[in-house]
């Protein structure tokens, strides 16, 4: 479990956000707007216990975390 660090251009955007999502990440915005603690995710990840991407894309900043690492997470009780 880590961090992946990546860096797009703007046009390459969408076609990653796919591939992202095929492979099971989802934006950090979803999960806000779903009641979960995002600055706790971040220190999961940073701890190595949840796998995350962090986008950079030009001046902007995007987290995805694994979907099912957050859940698994969250129904620990570890996100709240």
Do not use: P
């Amino acid at each position: 479990m880590s961090i992946w660090q990546v860096q797009l251009d703007s046009r390459d955007v969408i076609q990653y956000r796919k591939k992202l999502n095929m492979r099971g990440f989802i934006s950090a915005n979803y999960y806000s707007s779903n009641g979960f603690d995002l600055k706790k995710m971040r220190k999961m990840a940073l701890e190595g216990k949840i796998d995350a991407m962090h986008c950079i894309i030009g001046k902007s900043t995007r987290w995805y975390y694994s979907e099912k690492q957050a859940e698994a997470a969250r129904l620990r009780g570890e996100l709240y």
